[in-house]
């Protein structure tokens, strides 16, 4: 079955840097990669689908990347702002049900 | 519009005992997804439902359960409570189309003592 694999260590990043999260897949190709965003003691919130024929996508200071060779998705935080701290997850699925989560990312951008 | 909503927010129940968690969708999704996360975790798939009928179930035991009703709303039920239930129930609605994201509630934390 899949498996989504995303660096457990805290990523400590300085305000105005980018920030860089990996999300690597163990078996298929997925059709479509979701990321999303949480915060302590809430629900993900959706930011960015990328398709598996996409090289990239971009949301005003996001990116993220889809490299089916490498079996990895990155995403991208640039000009990181303190409000971006969050835990970042990475999910494949098509159609936002039945959605397999990776096991997120947490991101602190320090002043 | 309101977004998905979940509820209770916050539960307290004793080993063996039984819960049912409650979901609304948001209006017009047909489609109702649980998911359950531990801490330090990501969230892991419990149910899903789309017209009143399960569509997909991932690797939990029986004790979990789910309905959809006529008007979309859901419930997750849990049977003969463990102490590793305790966890934060999340509930997402979608449209259940091609290239469509998912709306999570807030979520219920349940911990079971």
């Known amino acids: 079955s899949q498996k989504i694999e995303q660096n457990s260590e805290a990523l400590n990043i300085q305000e105005g840097k980018t920030a860089t999260l990996t999300c690597n897949y163990t078996n298929y190709s997925p059709a479509y990669l979701q990321w999303y965003r949480q915060d302590p003691g809430r629900g993900p919130v959706f930011l960015l689908l990328?398709?598996?024929?996409?090289k990239e996508k971009r949301k005003e200071r996001l990116k993220v990347t889809f490299d089916t060779t490498l079996k990895q998705s990155l995403f991208h935080i640039t000009a990181s702002q303190p409000a971006d701290s969050a835990t970042y997850l990475c999910?494949?699925?098509?159609?936002?049900?039945?959605?397999?989560f990776g096991g997120g990312t947490r991101v602190l951008v320090k002043p | 519009d309101a977004g998905v909503t979940q509820s209770p927010t916050h539960l307290i129940k004793t080993r063996g005992q039984h819960v049912t968690l409650r979901c609304s969708p948001i209006?017009?999704?047909?489609?109702v997804s649980w998911y359950q996360q531990v801490l330090g975790q990501g969230p892991q798939f419990i149910f899903q439902?789309?017209?009143?009928?399960?569509?997909g179930r991932g690797n939990f035991p029986d004790r979990f359960s789910a309905r959809q009703f006529p008007n979309y709303s859901s419930e997750l039920n849990v049977n003969a409570l463990l102490l590793g239930d305790s966890a934060l129930y999340l509930c997402?609605?979608?449209?259940?189309?091609?290239?469509?994201?998912?709306?999570f509630g807030q979520g219920t934390r349940l911990t079971v003592v």
């Open positions: 439902y789309y017209e009143k009928e399960e569509r």
């Open positions: 997402a609605s979608s449209l259940a189309r091609v290239g469509t994201e998912a709306f």
């Open positions: 999910s494949e699925g098509a159609a936002g049900n039945k959605l397999t």
């Open positions: 990328i398709r598996e024929n996409e």
């Open positions: 209006s017009g999704h047909k489609s």
